[in-house]
């Protein structure tokens, strides 16, 4: 999984059918110029720290089991971070 | 998935038959540096390495699209698929959705 931020939302009405109904967030990826849009399904707030999940875990947020194939997901928030050891 | 900018398209005419009728369009990522830039400069455009995507819904050069990669990537683009079957296409990034409008909170751009 990927740790971030979570820094903003988008907005699009022009999307694929297949495209889940659930808010897509802009999450900052730590210690990396890059930035990701995932699937928030936890209501993560602007500035929380958070897990994304890539590929195959992703669809596993938005619908668990083996039968999840035909969602169009390929990253999804999976934790909202609390705090950290290190 | 990741934010880009529509920066041009690509054509070809040699290619996968499963290929043929799809759109190609070059997508720019931004970075979070390029987006701390959005609102001030509405010419900052993002500059890093660009990705080809497949494109069924007629995005244009100039827009903000949100991409997929992989198997998700595949299922955009397969108009209908059946109950366990898999999309067959050669593609591994499409555009999934052409972005209205982003919300960024204030003093973005600094990731330290």
Redesign the interface.
């Given at each position: 999984m990927i740790r971030g931020?979570v820094?903003?939302?988008?907005?699009?009405?022009?999307?694929?059918a297949?495209?889940d109904g659930q808010r897509?967030v802009?999450v900052?990826?730590?210690?990396?110029?890059?930035?990701?849009?995932?699937y928030d399904t936890l209501d993560a707030r602007?500035?929380q720290t958070v897990l994304v999940a890539v590929?195959?875990g992703?669809?596993n947020v938005l619908k668990a089991g083996p039968?999840n194939?035909?969602?169009?997901?390929?990253?999804a928030i999976a934790v909202l971070v609390d705090g950290q050891e290190s | 998935?990741?934010?880009g900018r529509v920066i041009g398209t690509v054509w070809s005419t040699v290619k996968w038959p499963e290929l043929q009728g799809h759109k190609l369009l070059l997508v720019r990522?931004?970075?979070?540096?390029d987006?701390a830039r959005v609102g001030t400069d509405v010419d900052a455009a993002p500059n890093h390495d660009g990705v080809v995507c497949a494109d069924?819904?007629g995005a244009g050069v100039g827009e903000d699209v949100?991409v997929?990669?992989?198997?998700?990537?595949r299922?955009?683009?397969s108009e209908s698929?059946s109950?366990?079957e898999?999309p067959s296409i050669p593609i591994d990034a499409?555009v999934?959705?052409?972005?209205?409008?982003?919300?960024?909170?204030s003093g973005?751009g600094d990731?330290s």
């Open positions: 931020r820094i903003g939302s988008v907005w699009a009405t022009r999307k694929v297949k495209l897509l802009l900052a990826v730590d210690r990396a110029d890059r930035v990701i849009v995932a602007e500035g590929g195959s992703a669809r039968d194939r035909e969602l169009c997901c390929d990253a | 998935m990741f934010l990522p931004y970075s979070l540096a987006l069924v819904l949100v997929a990669f992989g198997h998700a990537a299922v955009a683009i698929l109950a366990g898999q499409a999934v959705a052409i972005v209205d409008r982003l919300s960024i909170m973005e990731n």
